[in-house]
């Protein structure tokens, strides 16, 4: 099965500051590829998602790239802020497969 | 609007104890979720609904027993639960079978004593 693997697990930025979350997936029929946002005591949250027929794709301050030659994809953000602070986890999935392939989370903290 | 409750926000059980977990949507989604998390992992799947029929089960033990009883609607009912089953259970939703964007619930944090 996919297995996705999600790198640093830890990111401290300042305030104001980009940060940047990769991710590497080892199935290439994947196709799908969402990122979620899980506040502390909260649901992961949507925030952003790719499909394989791009490479790029922003939202305001959040953008994602998909390298699919490389099987890598990332999360930027700009300008980051202190309610940027979550974990945030990268997954991959292919259409029609109901099963989502989580990265293992990371933390990011932006300090004011 | 994309939005999954679930009820309630927090519960304690014993391990005799029955009880049961709902989770609703209203956005016309045909493939409903439940996910186990435990502390800093990421949700792990535990079964999905198709239809209003269960079409994946992720090898879960019987004492963790799905229903859905409409399209809207999805109960996850507990029995004899173990301490190490206490985790946040997130419900999500999709479109359908084939659709990938899931959309979750702010989820259910089940203590087991």
């Known amino acids: 099965g996919e297995n996705v693997e999600q790198h640093p697990s830890t990111l401290s930025v300042q305030e104001g500051d980009s940060a940047v979350i990769k991710c590497t997936y080892s199935?290439?029929?994947?196709?799908?590829f969402p990122w979620y946002k899980q506040e502390l005591g909260k649901g992961p949250q949507l925030i952003i998602d790719?499909?394989?027929?791009?490479g790029e794709k922003k939202d305001q301050r959040i953008a994602v790239t998909l390298n699919k030659t490389a099987k890598h994809f990332s999360l930027h953000i700009t300008e980051t802020q202190p309610e940027d602070s979550a974990v945030y986890f990268c997954?991959?999935?292919?259409?029609?497969?109901?099963?989502?392939?989580f990265g293992k989370g990371n933390q990011v903290v932006v300090i004011p | 609007d994309t939005e999954v409750t679930q009820t309630p926000k927090h519960l304690v059980m014993g391990m005799t104890n029955k009880k049961s977990l709902k989770c609703e949507q209203h956005?016309?989604?045909?493939?409903m979720y439940w996910y186990k998390q435990k502390a800093k992992k990421p949700p792990e799947l535990m079964f999905v609904?198709?239809?209003?029929?269960?079409?994946i089960n992720e090898s879960v033990p019987s004492r963790f027993s799905p229903e859905c009883p409409n399209s809207s609607l999805l109960n996850l009912h507990l029995h004899a639960l173990q301490p190490e089953d206490s985790a946040l259970y997130l419900c999500?939703?999709?479109?359908?079978?084939?659709?990938?964007?899931?959309?979750f619930g702010p989820g259910t944090r089940l203590t087991v004593l």
């Open positions: 997954a991959a999935s292919y259409y029609g497969n109901n099963r989502l392939a």
């Open positions: 609904y198709s239809y209003e029929k269960l079409s």
């Open positions: 790719i499909r394989s027929n791009v």
């Open positions: 999500a939703s999709s479109q359908d079978v084939g659709t990938d964007t899931q959309y």
């Open positions: 956005m016309g989604h045909r493939a």
């Open positions: 199935d290439s029929a994947s196709n799908y």
